[in-house]
């Protein structure tokens, strides 16, 4: 697909701590390191009228924000030529050392306006968020959202298993090294956990960009299907924390989680083959496949069941 230049092109954006990522900010010119964008005659001559302090002085007094910038995407990957994001979770139980889930389902929020480069105004054409999109007057939930199975399925049909393989592989390790990244700077405590809304783009090229981390994610359903997957995530959930102390701590999968990190990483049991070429091992990780989590649920408790009747 051809790109006209555009306002976008090489083209940054800011958003501040106390901003949800419902507009873009281009970052142009060196006006965005003011809080309210250029300084006034006054601030630039070192304070206003009749105030002889120093503009060093004065600096001190201005309010600080601190900014996200991030690059942005001028080839995200389309559908029906909308642009669209990944929704996917993640589990953290522990830090120090790292244990992490993450869960089959998830899924792709697309905007309801064709991707165009061509203004920077039109935010049902660049943002995603639910929040931004169902404000606008065509909106329907169902057609804004793609389940992450049918998701998979439809990359699969164009550009191959092999492909798509690789590409979650990729989405695999920027959720180990973006927790990673954090590790030693998050309070470790075993009687607390995490789940984590990660928000990926993807490009032409089918190459993952993380957008951005959500701790506590939201959970509101805008669909039926929407509703079921998150009841079941919190359900999964719970009994991943385990507060019946039924578990044995060795499990690879509960419900719709997958054991992808355990203080490293975590192979799968059935000993598939690596499509990346790069040996026999893969990781545990199953994001998009099928969840068939109540068939397991039931099979991992009645072994338990099994487990605790069996005489030492």
Not at 11 to 38: F, L, M
Not at 100 to 109: I, S
């Amino acid at each position: 697909m051809s790109r006209q230049k555009s306002k976008l092109q090489g083209a940054w954006t800011a958003k501040g701590k106390r901003e949800r990522a419902e507009s873009i900010n281009p970052v142009q010119d060196h006006s965005y390191e003011y809080p309210h964008g250029c300084p006034s005659p006054q601030a630039r001559m070192g304070g206003s009228k009749g105030d002889t302090r120093s503009s060093d002085d004065q600096k001190d007094d201005i309010p600080v924000e601190n900014y996200v910038a991030q690059h942005y995407i001028e080839n995200p990957y389309l559908i029906g030529g909308r642009k669209f994001d990944l929704r996917v979770y993640v589990l953290v139980m522990s830090y120090m050392p790292l244990r992490a889930w993450l869960y089959r389902d998830g899924f792709a929020r697309f905007s309801n306006t064709r991707f165009t480069l061509n203004s920077i105004d039109d935010q049902y054409v660049h943002l995603t968020n639910v929040a931004v999109q169902k404000t606008s007057p065509d909106y329907h939930p169902k057609g804004c959202k793609w389940m992450l199975q049918r998701f998979r399925q439809y990359l699969a049909s164009k550009h191959g298993p092999k492909a798509v393989e690789t590409l979650f592989s990729d989405m695999d390790n920027i959720f180990i090294r973006s927790l990673q990244s954090v590790q030693k700077a998050i309070i470790s405590d075993k009687h607390c956990f995490e789940l984590y809304g990660y928000d990926i783009l993807i490009d032409q090229d089918l190459k993952p960009w993380l957008l951005e981390v959500n701790a506590s994610p939201s959970l509101t359903a805008s669909s039926q299907e929407d509703y079921e997957l998150k009841t079941c995530l919190l359900e999964d959930t719970l009994h991943i924390v385990d507060m019946e102390a039924r578990l044995t701590g060795r499990e690879k999968r509960v419900g719709g989680f997958d054991l992808m990190w355990n203080d490293g990483p975590v192979s799968r049991e059935d000993g598939a083959h690596d499509l990346s070429g790069l040996g026999n091992f893969v990781t545990n990780t199953h994001l998009g496949c099928v969840n068939d989590r109540k068939k397991q649920l039931r099979q991992l408790f009645r072994s338990l069941q099994g487990q605790k009747k069996t005489p030492n």
